[in-house]
């Protein structure tokens, strides 16, 4: 979810407050795409159980170096978050241990789905028409490790979802936005955890067991199906053992779903640094070649996460360590990349693909529309990264992230309720901007 980069404290990386309700989001995460994946010190992990194993048919999307191949063809790729924020369990408030509770989170998927769903295949053909050819779409846990009716209707749902996908050529990446155990936010939200301080197999809480079996159900049920190009594992994970215990289980999740699947990429995402000091598996010589390394990115939390509409961009604001600097394209390329809060230096260096999972701004900061052009013209041209724009529906049009807003979660099925009814408000100065930035895409053409 939205939160702003945080970790070692630099220029631009203090955690901020949650953005939207009792979401946060941070500004990096790691996404498993065909190449290795990293971690945080050269702590080891156990060796990996099932060989790297490229990907080899053509109908699937495969990692070469940086950028990512379909049919010869050399594929970025450039679409939106779908969050399905409305049908998520976001009743914790600020993702607290104490405020989970898994019977509550099932009554939530049992009412949600399908009714608080907000997108159909309208929404798709129009992505797919302006030139999205990614979208990361969002799951909750609960939906599928409740009761047998449930888990029918979302199946259903993802049904219609991957249909929708590969009739209007985009590719998926299903991300675990709610994992058993609640939400997480790169800090709050840590019973997933428990008290591990070390990766084993053999003691995994039981909310662990859980996430690795939803992945190996959901895998082997579309292990066979080419618009989905790979799976986000784990939405912004909280653990602050990184090295020790998240990327090693990144890796273990990794293992065992090739096990089911063997045409998919996966998603990992970097703990609140963003950085990726080794690639997967952690301490091994030997580096899995599906794995793609994704961060999301707010910098900085006072021009995106804006309540008021106190800055300006470019202009003068605080960075999120507190210090006042002039924000332009230039001095984000300057602090981003070439400061190295976001690692594009190391993903060209290791020659694997980088994936900027969320971006974006709410709309109170005066010229947010020109920060987010800047923002995806630095990381097609100068960056040559990979990156979904956070949002493509929130609720508020005065305030919220979103290409589209209007009226509220609880409205269900009130007229405006659905993504592409007229009386949700499009944001047509940023829909041109992404329009433009993914006008160079290759779309998922069989």
């Known amino acids: ?8 404290a630099p220029p631009g990386r203090l955690p901020a407050a949650p953005r939207y309700r009792r979401w946060v989001r941070l500004t990096t995460s790691v996404a498993l795409l065909g190449g290795p994946l990293v971690s945080c010190s050269a702590t080891s992990s156990p060796a990996s159980t099932v060989p790297p194993s490229p990907i080899r048919s053509p109908a699937y999307l495969t990692v070469a170096g940086r950028a990512f191949s379909f049919r010869g063809q050399t594929v970025y790729l450039r679409g939106v978050n779908i969050n399905n924020e409305a049908a998520l369990y976001l009743d914790q408030p600020s993702y607290q241990d104490a405020d ?40 909750d846990w609960h939906w599928f490790g409740g009761n047998a009716a449930t888990r029918a209707t979302a199946y259903a749902l993802m049904d219609r979802v991957v249909g929708w996908a590969s009739k209007y050529h985009i590719w998926l990446i299903p991300t675990m936005f709610i994992p058993p155990g609640g939400g997480q936010d790169f800090r709050s939200g840590t019973r997933l955890w428990g008290s591990s301080t070390q990766f084993s197999a053999a003691d995994m809480t039981p909310y662990m067991k859980q996430l690795r079996d939803f992945w190996l159900d959901f895998a082997g049920r579309y292990a066979d199906v080419p618009a989905i190009a790979g799976y986000d594992l784990l939405n912004e994970p909280s653990t602050p053992r990184v090295a020790t215990v998240w990327l090693p289980y990144a890796g273990y999740l990794r293992d065992q779903i090739r096990k089911v699947d063997r045409n998919h990429f996966f998603v990992v995402e970097s703990g609140i640094d963003g950085q990726f000091p080794d690639r997967l598996p952690v301490g091994n010589p030997v580096k899995d070649t599906d794995i793609v390394y994704s961060v999301h990115d707010y910098t900085p939390a006072t021009l995106t996460e804006a309540r008021m ?3 300006t961009y470019p202009g003068t604001a605080p960075g999120d360590d507190g210090t006042i600097r002039w924000w332009s394209k230039d001095d984000l390329d300057n602090l981003l990349r070439i400061g190295g809060v976001v690692p594009v230096t190391w993903a060209a260096r290791e020659n694997v693909p980088l994936y900027i999972g969320e971006f974006g701004s709410r709309k109170q900061t005066i010229g947010y529309v020109r920060y987010i052009a800047d923002r995806i013209e630095l990381m097609n041209t100068t960056w040559g990264v990979h990156w979904s724009l956070f949002v493509y529906r929130e609720f508020d049009p005065s305030f919220d992230f979103g ?11 009130a007229d405006g309720y659905m993504s592409s009814d007229p009386t949700v408000v499009p944001d047509t100065a940023l829909i041109k901007v992404l329009k433009v930035g993914v006008s160079r895409n290759v779309m998922a053409t069989p």
Not at 127 to 132: A, I, K, N
């Open 1 to 8: 979810m939205r939160m702003s980069c945080g970790g070692k």
């Open 100 to 139: 989970y509770s898994p019977q509550a989170g099932f009554a939530h998927a049992a009412a949600a789905l399908p009714s608080k769903i907000t997108e159909d295949e309208r929404d798709f053909a129009r992505l797919g028409g302006w030139g999205v050819n990614c979208i990361r779409f969002g799951l």
């Open 309 to 311: 509409p106190t800055y």
């Open 403 to 413: 290409l589209y807003n209007g009226w509220n979660a609880a409205s269900d099925k």
